[in-house]
């Protein structure tokens, strides 16, 4: 079975297509990988096609196969312990059974790749520009200088300034965002017809997110290449896109023009997807839809639907056969559901709970209150101005959390929000005692206040001892603090399981035979073992597959609602925290720069700061293409040598020099409840003052690298 | 950067101190008289007049702290007082004893560095293959061997049976050779002593390199270096034994030390006359002074190692410079 793609450049690429042959052409292709204990069928059986200079964008949770299927075509799955059938073609070139040394002049040469993690993705030991002209030298004949002229010129087009200088620096003297840049720029050395990018922007923040966006969407429109943009998130490449594909279980489940694919999800699984996923506009009053169960390995050949057990609309022949994909309307939309036919809206699919919470335990009591909280830590960085320089992680924060209410606390990686969560339950020491808990200063001392404030981590892999069993896990802050007897202990942890929908005999479980989904439920059950008052939650979500966030920040949702607790929710993403925060925090360089209630944030943003991350949330929605605001420029600066007057305005597109950057301007109350630390803010329904007015401002001020303003100001025109 | 080299430098200096003054303190909270411990001699076969001059002459009638200041005076010019059994001035033994050690135990510590890192990354190049296994194999049998063990056998086989080398000593006793003779003669006698060294060391450079490089081919810059066309050897060569590297200096490092303690069993199955002989000698001589200073003069050894491996490491890994 094979689709044939019509010519799906749409008008937005313009001109740079027209009718051609498939550039990557992926036919029936699979990938097991044996172990001795047991195999997984990673890859059942795709086909995939990518046309010169198109976007695809392979969409997909852990263990969909997206990955490993692009690392096939690149011949970078180890064989053994990996078998690969089926035949891929590049550029009229039969890829499979090409001998190592075939496989590596392809390498790096037409085909480049950029991974997921740049902290780890490049070599440690070596310069960046060395590393750069490696691949170049690799693939071309050339000498050493030239092949450094050559990595200096991309450093300097992706946009590391002094590039000349920062070639020579080694990658941890480069900051995520420039790593990702730099690896961008390894990849397109050698011109390349096809540039993989393996979720390039999941270990970056959501700024730093749509500034790689845009740079490779600038980037494949001047060297004419094709791109494969492989990621969890859908809404990350609706703007990019031109086709998607979805993957479930090695398998292809729909496929499409991205307009049509996220207009008119015709594959139950997508549908969910799209549904569960928090984003700006979902309604913030009922619970999310969510997709039950997790993403699990394929241990056998498949017979049926991967997706049959997750799936709202299955019925008996979804285990029994196979389903191929089936064109559904026009131009290459295709799905592979038996029941498409049958299949209707996706609100109807996947409704959302309207049974609308009561937060009934909710009052106007404060429990937490936070004034002028300072975490600074000694700085490792050498600094020549003054000997004794500190990171002010935290400088000076003023908070109050309610009972039975969610305080979000939002900004990027290094803005402090996390070491404030560190500061509640006393893992870090304040400059001074900022931290009050129901009147009285909080005490960590064992069975005092650290048994009213719990925490729950981001990594729900690495945050519990390997070798307890999960009831011991549960019970530990019981037994820490003295809370009942042994029995009285496993009683409530039994309980507790319950409560976050895990069975009775994972009490006697250890942690690796969970899902992350399934440990971060043992998570909020040990939170709560101990009866707190206050959790703290540092993104709970960030780290687990999509289609299990929604299951997750229900349940926190549900138990806040029963308990009456006081959540803080951190996270860089401001569409995460939307969903369950009833006030939000705005973080920048260890101070708050805005916080009002949830709506108001959304609705009517003040600071600037406030404004360009909700401008850096993906939308999964192509249709809104255009309307999105630059994306904010440059990394955070050095928190240890923070800059002077207002600390963002060295990013800000509106700072007014000679005001902006003299003057720190101070968190004003500007209305009840409402607060924001911005020289240009006037008042109540004020918007920016100086020079121009609001968002009008923001998407046409000029930024500080003009090179890419431009290009990105065409496309947005 | 500079400054806090300079930290960990008086980092050096601190455990130094801590050194030296434990060597101080030692003998004089030992049970038994300290005078036997300080000055070498049997206190029994003295007149209480001898003793008490003795007393007088190494000062441990003056006050403790005074004691100390001078102790630390002598350390520092280099004079640690008098052997029990020749009665002559210790740091003259030492200088004596001392080349010899580190010419045998820096030979073996450059020829095992040398042989256990390319073999080690050979093994690691051809994990799971035949020649790995059996390379691995034999370096953990030959790992197990005892060093005396191994020196014996290579006596009766190099020495005795086949004659071609000296089997004691560093050089022929009362030959008068000069020049490259002299030289050759040196050589022919620190052949096995070496050889027995650097085959006991190779075990453990091998196995940390090749932990080493399999480790660090399972990073993701190995997966970048390959995705960027480069073939297996050049991954392995130019990515991954570089950064296998810093365990290994590390672990040389360590070795080097030990191969300074552990030369006591070498040097005595050679009668090889370094510092590792001079112990046994005052061990079984009851000469404790010489002892004492052999014990500071290993110390120094751990610490100057320990040193070398820090100015190294930030060059292997840049990362390092910023801690």
């Known amino acids: 079975m094979t689709i044939t793609y019509p010519d799906s450049t749409s008008d937005r690429t313009g001109g740079a297509g027209s009718v051609r042959a498939p550039l990557l052409d992926i036919s029936n292709l699979a990938v097991r990988f044996e172990t001795p204990d047991r195999d997984v069928w990673a890859v059942n059986g795709i086909d995939l096609e990518v046309g010169a200079g198109e976007v695809l964008a392979l969409v997909g949770e852990s263990g969909s196969g997206k990955s490993v299927s692009m690392l096939s075509v690149m011949g970078l799955v180890p064989t053994p312990p990996a078998v690969v059938s089926g035949s891929i073609r590049f550029d009229g070139q039969e890829l499979s059974g090409l001998s190592k040394r075939e496989f590596s002049a392809i390498r790096g040469g037409d085909i480049g790749m950029v991974f997921q993690d740049p902290m780890s993705s490049l070599n440690p030991v070596h310069p960046v520009g060395k590393q750069i002209a490696e ?52 990849a397109l050395v050698c011109d390349p017809k096809l540039l993989i990018a393996d979720e390039p922007t999941t270990a970056l923040d959501v700024t730093v997110q749509r500034q790689i966006v845009s740079l490779v969407e600038e980037l494949k429109d001047e060297l004419g290449m094709a791109v494969v943009w492989i990621t969890h998130d859908l809404g990350v490449v609706a703007e990019l896109a031109d086709r998607v594909v979805v993957m479930y279980g090695g398998r292809v489940m729909e496929t499409g023009d991205s307009t049509d694919v996220y207009a008119a999800a015709s594959h139950p699984y997508t549908a969910g997807l799209l549904r569960s996923i928090p984003s700006l506009d979902t309604p913030t009053d009922a619970q999310l839809p969510e997709i039950p169960g997790t993403p699990a390995p394929i241990l056998e050949q498949l017979v049926g639907c991967p997706f049959h057990a997750r799936c709202p609309m299955t019925e008996g022949d979804c285990t029994g056969s196979l389903p191929d994909l089936e064109p559904v309307g026009g131009s290459g939309h295709a799905s592979a559901c038996l029941h498409v036919s049958s299949m209707g809206s996706a609100e109807d699919l996947w409704p959302m709970d309207v049974t609308e919470l009561t937060e009934s335990g909710s009052t106007s009591e404060t429990v937490v209150t936070i004034s002028d909280l300072k975490v600074h830590f000694p700085s490792r960085r050498k600094s020549r101005k003054n000997r004794h320089s500190y990171v002010r992680a935290v400088d000076g924060v003023d908070l109050e959390i309610k009972h039975g209410q969610t305080l979000g606390v939002v900004g990027e990686s290094g803005c402090g929000k996390s070491t404030l969560g560190r500061a509640l339950v006393g893992l870090v020491e304040p400059v001074a005692p900022a931290i009050q808990l129901r009147g009285e200063p909080l005490d960590t001392s064992r069975g005092l206040h650290r048994q009213k404030i719990q925490m729950i981590f981001q990594d729900p892999f690495s945050s519990m001892n390997p070798g307890m069993r999960v009831a011991d896990i549960i019970s530990e802050p019981m037994r820490i603090h003295g809370i009942g007897s042994a029995e009285d202990r496993l009683d409530t942890s039994l309980k507790l399981l319950a409560q976050v929908g895990l069975p009775d005999d994972a009490a006697t479980r250890h942690p690796h035979e969970f899902s992350g989904g399934q440990r971060q439920r043992i998570a909020i059950a040990r939170a709560l073992a101990a009866d707190p008052e206050v959790i703290v939650c540092d993104e709970p979500v960030s780290a687990l597959d999509v ?137 109540p329904g004020g918007q920016v003052s100086e020079p121009q007015a609001g968002s009008e401002a923001w998407s046409s001020v000029s930024l500080s690298e003009p090179k890419q303003q431009n290009n990105e100001r065409e496309e947005d025109e | 950067m500079r400054r806090l080299g300079l930290r960990r430098l008086g980092q050096y200096v601190l455990v130094f101190g801590v050194a030296v003054t434990l060597n101080f303190l030692l003998p004089r909270i030992m049970p038994g008289n300290p005078l036997a411990l300080i000055a070498g001699v049997d206190v029994g076969l003295m007149t209480p007049d001898e003793r008490a001059e003795l007393i007088e002459q190494v000062g441990l009638n003056r006050p403790l702290i005074v004691q100390y200041f001078e102790y630390w005076k002598s350390i520092l010019t280099g004079d640690f007082g008098f052997s029990y059994r020749s009665s002559r001035p210790i740091s003259e033994i030492i200088a004596e004893r001392l080349p010899w050690t580190l010419l045998i135990t820096g030979a073996a510590l450059v020829v095992s560095a040398v042989v256990g890192i390319i073999v080690g990354a050979f093994s690691a190049w051809r994990r799971g293959k035949k020649s790995d296994l059996t390379l691995l194999t034999g370096m953990i049998s030959l790992e197990s061997l005892p060093s005396f063990w191994l020196g014996m056998l290579l006596i009766s086989i190099f020495s005795v049976q086949l004659g071609w080398l000296p089997s004691f000593g560093a050089v022929t006793p009362a030959s008068d050779l000069t020049g490259w003779a002299q030289v050759g003669d040196v050589v022919e006698h620190a052949v096995l002593p070496t050889v027995t060294l650097t085959v006991l060391s190779i075990p453990g450079v091998y196995l940390t390199m090749r932990y080493a490089m399999l480790e660090v081919l399972g990073e993701d810059f190995i997966r970048t270096a390959r995705a960027k066309g480069a073939s297996e050897r050049r991954v392995l060569f130019g990515h991954v034994a570089r950064n296998a590297m810093a365990p290994v200096v590390t672990f040389l490092a360590i070795r080097f030390a030990f191969s300074f303690g552990g030369a006591v069993i070498i040097e005595t199955v050679f009668s090889y006359p370094g510092l590792g002989r001079l112990i046994f000698e005052a061990v079984s001589g009851r000469d404790y002074p010489v002892m004492q200073a052999a014990f500071l003069v290993i110390t120094i050894a751990v610490l100057v190692a320990n040193l070398f491996a820090d100015i190294i490491y930030p060059i292997l890994d840049p990362r390092s410079q910023e801690e």
Request: proline share 8%.
């Open chain 1, 547 to 683: 289609s299990v966030q929604a299951q997750i920040i229900n349940l926190l949702r549900e138990t806040q609602d029963e308990r009456g607790i006081a959540l803080i929710f951190i996270a860089h993403d401001l569409a995460v925290v939307r969903h369950i925060s009833d006030e939000i925090a705005v973080m920048y360089l260890g101070q708050v720069v805005e916080r009002a209630k949830r709506d108001l944030i959304y609705d009517d943003p003040l600071h600037p700061y406030t404004k360009a991350l909700l401008a850096a949330v993906p939308d999964p929605d192509p249709s809104g293409r255009g309307a999105l605001a630059p994306p904010l420029v440059g990394d955070l600066p050095d928190p240890a040598d923070p800059p002077a007057g207002c600390r963002f305005n060295t990013r800000c597109p509106v700072a007014v020099p000679g005001l902006c950057d003299v003057e720190v301007p101070q968190l004003r109350e500007i209305e009840s409840r409402r607060w924001v630390s911005c020289h240009l803010v006037d008042g």
């Open chain 1, 135 to 186: 691949a170049f030298r690799l693939h071309r004949d050339t000498n050493r200088k030239e092949a450094m002229k050559r990595a200096v010129d991309l450093l300097d087009r992706v946009g590391i300034p002094n590039a000349q200088r920062r070639a020579r620096d080694y990658p941890h003297e480069f900051s995520g965002g420039m790593r990702q840049r730099a690896m961008i720029a390894m």
